[in-house]
């Protein structure tokens, strides 16, 4: 079987991709795989001051999610 004739493959519709900008003063290095700074080269977890990203479902320290809390 030809994996390019897979039903999945077939059928499916491609959408364009569609990612957040960088944060200002950021650069995400895919060899690291981390955000780091353009000032300093310094990783963004490790500035306090980075703003970041949230979670889309608000994740706790835990892992938990807060779903419908």
């Known amino acids: ?3 390019f004739n897979h ?4 059928f499916a519709r491609m959408h364009p991709r569609s990612g957040a900008p960088a944060p200002d003063g950021w650069h995400y290095d895919p060899q690291v ?3 780091t700074s353009l000032s300093t080269g ?5 500035d ?3 703003s970041g990203y949230g979670t889309k ?3 706790l320290e835990t892992g938990e999610d ?3 809390q």
């Open 48 to 50: 306090p001051t980075a």
């Open 1 to 3: 079987m030809n994996l």
């Open 7 to 10: 039903v999945l493959l077939q």
């Open 57 to 59: 479902k608000n994740d």
């Open 66 to 68: 807060a779903k419908g």
């Open 33 to 35: 795989g981390a955000w």
């Open 42 to 46: 310094k990783f963004m977890v490790h």
